[in-house]
Each structure stands twice: as C-alpha cells, then as structure tokens.
C-alpha cells in the first residue's frame, strides 16, 4: 500500500521541553489568572501534551501580593479546610490569608484547578509564587508573557 500514515507521538519524560515563565500578577483577578497558570504548568497550551507525563512549564508568579478580587469576595469568600482531628474543621478569609502571606491565595486556586493525584501533586512543585517583583531565578533565563 503506497498510502502515508501517521503516528501518534506520545511526549516521554525524556522528550519533554520544559521552559520557564513569568507571569506578573498586578491587578489581575486571581480565578482567572490561576486558570491560566493552571494551564501553563499541566502543558495544556502545547502541541505535544501528554495527560500522564508532567510536560507543562515552570510558573514564576510575582506581584502575587496586588492580586484582586471581584465583587466583596475578598471579605465575603470563605476557605475550608480540615486538620484531621474530630471538630477540627477551620475557616478563613482571603484577608486572614493576605496577612499570612498573599502566596497562599493563588497557590490554593491553582492547587484546585489541578489534578487530584500524583502527576497534580509533581505538577503543583512547578509553581513559585513571589510577593514582590524580585524571584530568584534570573539563571533559568524565564520569558515574561501577559495574561
């Protein structure tokens, strides 16, 4: 048969290309610059994405401390989260959180939009989230992009 056919080419942990990006986070809404982040990390925005092989980019995230909120989210929105023990189920706002630290609000909305197994766990270490606009990672030579 004298007819083309081509293969499917699954991405290997080998064959991965994996890059480094910025992403400034100024004024910016948290639910939709996550999703966005969420993409980039997992490799849904290329050609050669693989569902079980960690083929997305490292994320670098500053400015993370000037996200924003729509509507009265930033009083009104609740976390959960349970330690384990019985009546052990605690609750915050995004503002408790901001005063902790402002990482923890953009780390808790990527962690949720990825998923919920071992390849989302080894994908979520790909994320590093700066308050301010320094980073360490000036080595990796990261490109900047806009959301």
Wanted: proline content about 4%.
């Amino acid at each position: 048969m004298d007819s083309i056919s081509y293969r499917t080419s699954f991405a290997t942990n080998e064959t991965v290309k994996k890059d480094w990006v910025i992403v400034d986070a100024e004024n910016l809404i948290v639910g939709r610059v996550a999703s966005e982040i969420a993409k980039i990390i997992r490799g849904k925005h290329k050609a050669s994405f693989t569902p079980n092989v960690d083929c997305g980019d490292n994320v670098i995230v500053i400015n993370a401390d000037k996200v924003r909120f729509t509507g009265k989210k930033f009083e009104d929105k609740i976390y959960t989260r349970h330690t384990g023990h019985p009546g052990g189920q605690r609750f915050t706002t995004p503002r408790e959180l901001k005063n902790k630290s402002s990482r923890y609000i953009i780390e808790n909305a990527v962690r949720g939009m990825l998923p919920k197994n071992r390849i989302g766990r080894a994908i979520f270490k790909n994320l590093y989230v700066y308050e301010g606009a320094e980073h360490p990672h000036a080595a990796q030579q990261p490109k900047v992009i806009n959301l």
